[in-house]
């Protein structure tokens, strides 16, 4: 008793020195206990405005502890203390780019969750989906760009709906699979609802506070406004959780803040994905040459979302959650529609549950695998034809709690240049029935069959995502991924168990 | 032709015509002299044109290597704000639903004080004082709890007797949610019953990505704006 009383004093005391907990520790992503920093790895970000940088502009539009590789205003690098540096809309992109890459050098209070990730950031010139789109794709050309943060939204106009066929709804998921970049999107914030958080091939990424401090208790920050984040459909918009309350952020002119807000959620997310590329990178190259890296397929978005809706936190101490996680009236996963039934994947108020970043890379750490026997953890990056399936059989018995995580991309065709998004380019305008795949999955007895007997699927019709979380008993298993349009175009996937 | 109006149509002529003459003629003959107390002499939290409240504290430089936590527990600025965030907002218990934001206030103190007394009342650990002797140097308290939309104070007009705030509502399109709060100073001059009057001017965007997002209802920016109120400087005892 006296050293758990000693150890909570220390804690307590320590708190300044340990950085901001709820960003990257235990409480926030998790993502100290990776021990990686983003090195090398390439992110951006687009919103109204965009961070001071410290190599061109005067310090009163900067934070010392936040300097981005480069700063743009829709496809042409901005100038010195631009109209997007001012403002709220300056305020707000160095409080966002601050959550990914704030630095510990010049020394401060604030460490990002990829302190050294080589960010990109845009500010769009003009307020309406053209324009945010053009801005995004010069961000998303910019070589090896592996994540996008879009920490900004809008409502509903006229007669388009949150049904992802606005022109930026439909960038984003065309720029994710033509350009292989994902997209991580801030979830409506308060009455605000709609665009673009409806995209298909993103992320979209709810806050969440700690409501049990001490205890690791988590909630979706001002729960009950989860029926405002439905797209239109059966889908709901929220793929996951992460820090978006009382988030300490940098400021211009050296300030510092505490914030609100999915703005601040998705790049908890978006520095997630930086540490997880550099250890695949690091993994891929010589000297380890690591034959589950080698293939680059960790670079794919599909793969990405996967790993992290496959690894998010639900209830503590299972599965390797560090936390619990709960919806707004207080029941855990066990009583959401996604555990109850197969047709709906992830839960609209905690989506597959909260960001952890070292778990994450726990089930990135094994690399890829093939259909056949695989490891009890693992990823795999693969085609399946139409009509058909692809069975994955764990090598050792399994029991206990396993997660399972399917991903696709909505396919959306263009006009003009296949690698790029420009003024003029159209949007082909097809039913989403036409544009997306429906592949379903099952756990099944490694001797089964019939996916009639699985011991449990995720068959939704409408989404993007398939996503398991089952006890099972102890036995031998298989993941089965099936392509059930039978007249349907091949489909990549990502699979994460 | 003489008419005879009959006795009780002439009282309530009288009682409508001195009606309107004891409020805003009355108001305005006293006010005959209205002054703007100038934003540039307000402290708020993050308002354009106002002064930042963050600068209060004495040693701000010593905050800017706080974490989250320890920067709500020592920065009174910070925990001002973190007292207004939508956990706070005052539910109406017999309905289980959100409540009304409650009414400003005033406080009698100036500066970092007039902000350590504000935060003691949104905490509960004060009352909010309705009476003031006369003299006291003033600070008047507007707040507003966390909401998708920024609150902008335009305005601020004082009379002998009567303070008027205008606000507004911007949408921003940004996925954050702020609070604000702002302390006025009303100087040591008022008397008698003070009206403060909380107005709300009509919303704007700054950005137009929320350019069809309705504007909130009466309701909803009760339940997110303090309301308006009265208060009284006493004269002094004999």
């Not at chain 1, 709804?169 to 609802?193: C, H, K, M, P």
């Not at chain 1, 992830?346 to 597959?352: I, P, T, V, W």
């Not at chain 2, 539910?91 to 400003?104: D, H, I, T």
Request: aromatic share 8%; glycine share 10%; hydrophobic share 40%.
């Amino acid at each position: 008793m006296r050293c758990s009383l000693t150890f909570v004093f220390l804690s307590v005391l320590c708190l300044p020195a340990l950085g901001d907990s709820t960003t990257r520790g235990f409480l926030g992503a998790n993502a100290a206990a990776t021990g990686l920093d983003g090195s090398g790895v390439v992110i951006g970000m687009v919103e109204p405005g965009r961070p001071g940088d410290p190599d061109k502009d005067l310090p009163a539009n900067y934070h010392s502890q936040v300097n981005p590789v480069q700063v743009y205003s829709g496809t042409s690098i901005d100038g010195a203390n631009s109209q997007f540096t001012q403002g709220g809309n300056g305020q707000h992109a160095i409080e966002v780019a601050g959550v990914m890459i704030a630095s510990n050098n010049p020394a401060g209070s604030i460490t990002g969750i990829s302190p050294k990730a080589q960010l990109h950031a845009g500010a769009w010139t003009g307020f309406d989906d053209v324009s945010r789109a053009v801005a995004s794709d010069r961000i998303a050309r910019i070589s090896n760009m592996r994540a996008i943060n879009v920490s900004a939204g809008r409502t509903p106009q006229g007669l388009d709906a949150p049904d992802a066929t606005s022109i930026w709804s439909r960038f984003i998921d065309w720029s994710t699979e033509a350009q292989d970049v994902l997209y991580v999107v801030a979830g409506g914030e308060g009455f605000n609802t709609g665009i673009p958080e409806d995209n298909f091939n993103g992320l979209t990424v709810a806050a969440s506070q700690e409501f049990n401090q001490g205890i690791g208790s988590f909630r979706q920050t001002w729960s009950g406004n989860e029926s405002a984040f439905d797209p239109a459909g059966a889908r709901v918009a929220i793929d996951i959780l992460a820090p978006g309350f009382e988030i300490l952020v940098p400021g211009r002119g050296d300030n510092t803040s505490i914030q609100n807000g999915t703005s601040f959620a998705a790049p908890h997310v978006t520095g997630t994905v930086a540490l997880l590329q550099q250890y695949a990178e690091t993994q891929a190259n010589p000297p380890n040459s690591n034959p589950g890296f080698t293939s680059r397929n960790h670079r794919e978005p599909e793969v990405m979302k996967a790993i992290l809706l496959n690894s998010a936190d639900k209830l503590s101490g299972v599965h390797g959650s560090s936390r619990d996680v709960v919806r707004g009236d207080g029941s855990n996963w066990t009583a959401t529609a996604a555990n109850n039934s197969s047709f709906v994947p992830l839960d609209e108020d905690m989506g597959a549950g909260h960001l952890n970043a070292n778990s994450a890379l726990t089930n990135l750490r094994p690399g890829e695998q093939s259909p056949g026997m695989v490891p009890r953890i693992g990823w795999d990056f693969e085609n399946i034809g139409a009509g058909s399936f692809l069975d994955y059989t764990f090598d050792r018995q399994v029991s206990g709690h396993v997660a399972v995580t399917l991903a696709w991309n909505r396919i959306v065709d263009k006009t003009g240049s296949s690698t790029g998004y420009n003024f003029g380019d159209q949007f082909i305008n097809q039913n989403i029935d036409m544009e997306l795949n429906d592949l379903n999955l099952y756990l099944m007895a490694a001797n089964e069959n019939n996916i009639n007997n699985a011991i449990a699927s995720s068959t939704a019709t409408e989404d993007s995502v398939e996503h398991i979380f089952s006890d099972v008993p102890s036995g031998n298993y298989k993941i089965r991924v099936q392509h059930t349009d039978f007249l349907g175009d091949d489909q990549d996937f990502g699979l994460a168990w | 032709m003489k008419v005879t109006l009959p006795k009780t149509v002439l009282l309530w002529v009288a009682f409508i015509l001195l009606s309107i003459a004891s409020s805003d003629t009355i108001v305005a003959a006293e006010d005959r002299h209205p002054t703007e107390i100038p934003l540039s002499r307000v402290w708020a939290w993050e308002m354009p044109g106002t002064k930042d409240v963050r600068d209060l504290e004495p040693n701000r430089e010593k905050f800017k290597k706080m974490g989250a936590r320890e920067l709500r527990i020592r920065s009174l600025a910070v925990n001002t704000y973190s007292r207004l965030n939508p956990n706070f907002k005052p539910m109406n218990k017999k309905k289980g639903s959100l409540g009304f934001a409650g009414l400003g206030f005033v406080v009698d103190a100036t500066g970092v004080e007039a902000l350590k007394e504000a935060n003691l009342v949104l905490k509960g650990s004060k009352d909010r004082q309705e009476q003031f002797e006369a003299g006291s140097d003033l600070t008047l308290f507007f707040y507003a709890y966390g909401s998708s939309r920024f609150v902008r104070i335009d305005e601020v007009v004082k009379g002998k007797n009567r303070i008027i705030v205008k606000y507004h509502f911007d949408s921003h399109g940004m996925r954050v949610t702020t609070q604000h709060y702002a302390l006025i100073p009303l100087g040591n001059d008022l008397q008698g019953n003070v009206k403060v009057t909380i107005k709300r001017l009509e919303d704007t965007r700054s950005t137009p990505l929320n350019s069809h997002l309705p504007p909130y209802s009466v309701k909803e920016a009760r339940q997110l704006v303090c309301e308006s109120f009265d208060f009284a400087v006493l004269p002094p005892p004999e």
